[in-house]
């Protein structure tokens, strides 16, 4: 009985580590420029696709191409896509940016069905059927792999949020755009390293999630809202409070398997963002801080 | 002026009318009923999506559950024609569910929400097969004299469609509509003013649940046949907001437009193939393209869609008028 | 004439900030009250409390005798109590008159048998704030003090019995800040109670019968215009210890 709980939070934390990495980009977006994301969708699918395209077709090894070639090549389509189709509508209300990117998404998939066809696609490496024991649960390396770069992503995003002089900037116009004008910043070319980044980020999340499941031109769609889950539940003002929400959802989703059929898992996801989007208006790190009449930072 | 556009506008009506009479089980009756149902959904998101401006991304759970509602009921014996009422209120009680929570979300965070609840409900209808008949859908009894049944439809449909463009037009002219529109520029002054604006979204979801249920029910009957991949599917909801989006989201004809428009666009679609360069592209493969590319293109250079350009273009036509009868009076 | 709008013990914490503590306030029927402090002194707070916007943390408001403490802002605006807002929010998609119009369709609950034509009764506030000629004008087109005037106008629609003024001169020039006080002091003569927060200090203790000075959340002073102007409190608060003396 014990194993079988090891095995499934272990499986949990695993698939926490993977929604984690899908989630910081859509966070960072939303964070820095208010703007929700819906493309965020189309990039994970498109990572997937890319990285595809790189080991399968030119052979390369997997970690070169889903860690150091996906994310810039991303950063360079998310810069475009801020310039083109974001930028023009960051006056009008809200919803316009949604339906946009929205539009955006859709034209992904058909250019991916386009140039892939909707076949379910796999990618299959030397390190796929991998696993050892740690006691006795089976963990699979691939998984443990993708969950450790998501764990290093997190690191090195919070030096960089901390430490390097364009984090701030990125933190400070998140915070209050207005200072952060009034302070000397280009919160509009921060705004187009904060999407860049975000998609550098969510397809680096397609190309290593690619590794582990088979996916098609719909990709993406399913993990966009259980990232939204996880952006509510955990905040915009810290990647700790995404991974944080990330971990609860992965958990709910495995314990719940408990009680419902495994198809309805999704379902649990979605009944989680409702509550967490009532309850909780600045993620748990607001909800905690309203209790405890902390004194606003 | 008048009178020709009137003429124009009874000519339509009468064709359309005609369509099962002179050409029964057509191809133009198929297309005509869908149109009129396209336009009943696109008519129907409008009510909140263009009047009270909370955009939804999940109102095909309307449109299933008002199918379900009459296919489930058909086959435990209720007349067939009751279920039709019948469907849409329980859509608008489902929306009444839903809504609670949701409506006191604003803006973008409503629609996420409704998102979710496109896709919960979804997986619902897939897994309650007791009721649902879960993947594999529910088939209906077919009549025994297709063509009068399906003729019939055809101007029952028509019907709901004239019914849903006055319910459509009264809103637009009445308090409860100002109130809409008041709480969609902003909804924090509204209420400064006295509107209640969550009781006027609500009511506003319900109108709008009960006209989307409707149209499902009519659909259920129609195709004789359902399943969650349809009835439910996400790329629904994103055709009732792409229809009043093209046609000129918030106005009283453009989501007629914009239904007709999409179901002649749909239709050529599934059929066309251009030849190009030798090669021969089978247009159903583009549809996302194009619909993605409507909506940037729309959203990006005229958001209130063919009737704000259409307007733009009689603006600048009658200023144009304008300055050559000064320039005739003044020379 | 009686106290109509009373407040007592009025307190709203953010976190872990009082942004008004305390205060007790009464304005009686059909006079023009003033609301002053420096800034970040808690008048738009305590405004905006009593409009609905926010349920105070502890403390009672009052409207002729009736708890009103933590209703709902409509519910607000349909007992009597309009509030204008200091960062003008008119419906922009729609003209003056619908604008008005949404005002007058709403508001202060109808007394049954009163019958209502809503589009003369805009016209005739249009009228009354000297916005008539601009009725179909888009209300994204008009310039600030238009807007400032329509912001009251609509305000004045739904039939206030008090009416709330939230910096309704901020930013107009000497000339439209008399053309407003002759405004106000008109809309005080129809029998509406005027509650009015300011900055600038000609139009709020050339119009006031009584005002009430606020700082760091704390009522400091209370009384008429002389009374107020010459308290030592008040001056160090604006000026600073020095000038008291």
């Known amino acids: 009985m014990t194993t079988d709980l090891a095995i499934l939070l272990v499986s949990a934390v695993l698939v926490a580590g993977v929604y984690a990495t899908m989630s910081y980009g859509l966070a960072l977006i939303f964070g820095v420029m208010k703007v929700i994301n819906l493309s965020h969708a189309g990039a994970v699918m498109l990572g997937a696709y890319i990285a595809y395209v790189l080991i399968v077709g030119l052979r390369m090894n997997p970690f070169i191409a889903t860690v150091l ?60 059927m991998m696993r050892f024991k740690v006691g006795e649960v089976p963990i699979n390396v691939n998984r443990l792999a993708v969950f450790l770069v998501g764990a290093i992503t997190l690191l090195l995003l919070h030096q960089f949020m901390t430490r390097t002089y364009l984090g701030k900037a990125i933190r400070a116009t998140a915070q209050d755009s ?48 259980k990232s939204f889950c996880i952006v509510v539940l955990g905040g915009v003002e810290s990647f700790l409070g995404v991974a944080l929400g990330s971990l609860i959802l992965a958990l709910a989703e495995a314990l719940s398997v408990l009680w419902i059929r495994a198809g309805m898992q999704d379902f649990v996801s979605f009944v989680v963002l409702i509550v967490a989007l009532l309850v909780t208006p600045g993620g748990l790190p607001g909800l905690l801080q309203k209790r405890y009449a902390v004194r606003p930072r | ?51 009270a401006g909370q955009v939804s991304f999940g109102h095909v759970v309307f449109f299933g559950i008002g199918a379900y509602t009459t296919a489930i009921l058909w086959l435990r014996g209720i007349p067939q024609l009751l279920t039709i009422p019948l469907a849409g209120i329980v859509a608008a ?59 019939g439809f055809y101007y029952l449909a028509f019907l709901l469609m004239v019914g849903s463009l006055l319910i459509s037009a009264w809103v637009r002219n009445s308090r409860f509509g100002l109130g809409l529109f008041a709480i969609r520029m902003d909804e924090d002054a509204a209420e400064a003013l006295g509107v209640h604006a969550f009781r006027y979204k609500i009511l506003a979801l319900l109108l709008s649940g009960f006209l989307v249920g409707l149209a499902g029910s009519l659909y259920a009957q129609y195709i004789l046949y359902i399943d969650p991949g349809t009835v439910f599917g996400f790329s629904m909801s994103v055709n009732m907001i792409l229809m009043p989006i093209i046609g000129g989201i918030g106005t009283l004809w453009g989501p007629v437009l914009g239904a007709v428009i999409f179901t002649v666009i749909q239709d050529r679609i599934m ?37 704000g350009l259409a307007e733009r273009v009689h603006r600048r036509i009658s200023r144009w008028r304008q300055a050559r009868a000064v320039i005739e009076t003044a020379g | 004439m009686g106290v109509i709008l009373e407040g007592k013990g009025v307190t709203k914490y953010f976190g872990g900030l009082a942004a008004v503590h305390n205060v007790d306030f009464q304005v009686q029927e059909g006079e023009i009250f003033g609301l002053i402090g420096p800034n970040g002194a808690g008048k738009t707070t305590l405004f905006r409390t009593i409009a609905g916007i926010y349920a105070p943390t502890s403390g009672r408001i009052f409207f002729r005798g009736q708890d009103i403490t933590g209703l709902k802002p409509y519910v607000i605006c349909r007992l009597g109590i309009t509030t204008t807002h200091q960062v003008v929010r008119p419906f922009l998609e729609m003209s003056v008159l619908e604008n008005v119009m949404v005002g007058a369709s709403f508001g202060r609950e109808w007394v049954t048998g009163e019958t209502r034509d809503v589009r003369k009764e805009a016209m005739r506030v ?13 209300a994204r087109n008009l310039t600030l003090p238009d807007r400032k005037r329509l912001e009251i106008a609509r305000a004045l629609a739904t039939r206030p019995t008090v009416l709330l003024l939230d910096e309704v001169v901020a930013g107009l020039n000497p000339t439209e800040t008399l053309q407003t006080m002759q405004l106000i002091r008109e809309i005080r003569d129809q029998g509406i109670t005027i509650v ?18 606020l700082n760091y959340g704390e009522k400091i002073a209370e009384g008429s215009p002389q009374e107020v102007a010459t308290n030592p409190q008040v001056i160090s608060a604006y000026l600073g210890t020095s000038h008291a003396l």
């Open chain 2, 93 to 151: 009680l489902y929306g009444l569910l839903w809504g609670w929570p949701c409506l006191r979300l604003r803006g973008p965070y409503f629609s996420i929400a409704t998102i979710g609840v496109g896709e919960a409900t979804r997986l619902l209808a897939l897994n309650l097969e007791n009721l649902t008949g879960g993947a594999g859908g529910l088939t209906l009894p077919t009549p025994e004299d297709i063509h009068f049944y399906l003729a």
């Open chain 3, 196 to 213: 009015m927060v300011e900055h600038v200090m000609q139009a709020v203790m050339g119009i006031s019968d009584r005002i009430m000075v």
């Open chain 2, 271 to 307: 059929t066309l193939s251009l030849n190009l360069w030798g090669f021969s592209f089978k247009l159903v493969q583009f549809h996302l393209l194009v619909y993605g590319a409507l909506l940037v293109l729309i959203i990006l250079f005229e958001p209130r869609g063919l009737v």
């Open chain 3, 126 to 138: 249009l009228e009354f704030t000297g916005l008539a000629s601009k009725a179909d004008v888009l």
């Open chain 1, 69 to 128: 070639v996906v994310p810039p090549l991303f950063f360079l389509l998310g810069v475009l896509l801020e310039r083109v189709f974001v930028r023009p509508v960051r006056k009008a209300p809200p919803i316009a940016s949604l339906l946009l990117l929205f539009g955006v998404w859709l034209m992904m998939q058909n250019i991916a069905y386009i140039i892939w066809t909707g076949e379910v696609r796999t990618i299959t490496t030397p390190y796929t």
């Open chain 1, 178 to 225: 207005t200072a952060a004008k009034l302070a000397g910043i280009n919160t509009d070319q921060i705004d187009m390293v904060a999407f860049g980044l975000g998609t550098a980020l969510a397809g680096m999340a397609g190309a290593l999630t690619s590794l582990i499941y088979a996916f098609d031109p719909n990709f993406g769609g399913s993990y966009m809202l």
């Open chain 2, 1 to 51: 002026m008048r009178a020709a556009r009137i003429l124009v506008f009874l000519g339509v009506l009468i064709l359309l009318v005609l369509i099962p009479v002179v050409g029964r089980g057509t191809y133009f009756q198929h297309l005509g009923f869908l149109t009129f149902l396209f336009i009943i959904l696109s008519v129907g998101w409008n009510l909140v999506g263009g009047y």
